[in-house]
T-cell receptor, first 114, second 112 residues
């Protein structure tokens, strides 16, 4: 079975641009979460979606938005990119939204903002 | 602020030795404590997790020890192997969601 897949794997943007990152969860998983991992740091929670509804939002500005589609895939959008948005963006999926469920991470999208 | 703090920042262990990584947390509402392993270019992968109603959990060569009163938990890697060389993250969350608060990570290097 395929794991969590993210696209693209690498992306280079310039300040002020907009970016869309995509995530396909493991088949049967209904919850998708997004994390930002800056180099040398642990992942930081951005969003969680379950059954197409936002279930949680981390301490990120409104430039960050996300959505989940009927097939449970998800997009993370970042507007007006800043240099500080350069990071590895990780998507994780689980069957349900609770901590009783194991969280599976994708390999991430490496975003560089120049 | 950092809700979960790890130490030491990096660790060098000889093959066959024991790697010990410690984690401290502040929020007493946390009730789920996982450890994740991350290799370069990959996402984190769940190694082992514990809930505060037990003091220790063992899975293969990996053991979590949990001290609720001290608000600390640690990962022990027994018989460390070069393939265990990776970055290890502790995390914590509050029941009912999988919104994880991660520590900054510990780089473990196992030398042959």
């Amino acid at each position: 079975d395929a794991g969590v897949t993210q696209s693209p794997t690498h992306l280079i943007k310039t300040r002020g641009q907009h970016v869309t990152l995509r995530c396909s969860p493991i088949s049967g998983h209904k919850s998708v979460s997004w994390y930002q991992q800056v180099l040398g740091q642990g992942p930081q929670f951005i969003f969680q979606y379950y059954e197409k509804e936002e279930r949680g939002r981390g301490n990120f500005p409104d430039r960050f938005s996300a959505r989940q589609f009927p097939n449970y895939s998800s997009e993370l959008n970042v507007n007006a990119l800043l240099l500080g948005d350069s990071a590895l963006y990780l998507c994780a999926s689980s069957r349900q939204a609770s901590t009783n469920e194991k969280l599976f991470f994708g390999s991430g999208t490496q975003l560089s903002v120049l | 602020q950092q809700q979960v703090k790890q130490s030491p920042q990096s660790l060098i262990v000889q093959k066959g030795g024991i790697s010990i990584i410690n984690c401290a947390y502040e929020n007493t509402a946390f009730d789920y404590f996982p450890w994740y392993q991350q290799f370069p270019g990959k996402g984190p992968a769940l190694l082992i997790a514990i809930r505060p109603d037990v003091s220790e959990k063992k899975e293969g060569r990996f053991t979590i020890s949990f001290n609720k009163s001290a608000k600390q938990f640690s990962l022990h890697i027994m018989d460390s192997q070069p393939g265990d060389s990776a970055t290890y993250f502790c995390a914590a969350s509050i029941g009912g969601n999988n919104r994880l608060a991660f520590g900054k990570g510990n780089q473990v290097v196992v030398i042959p």
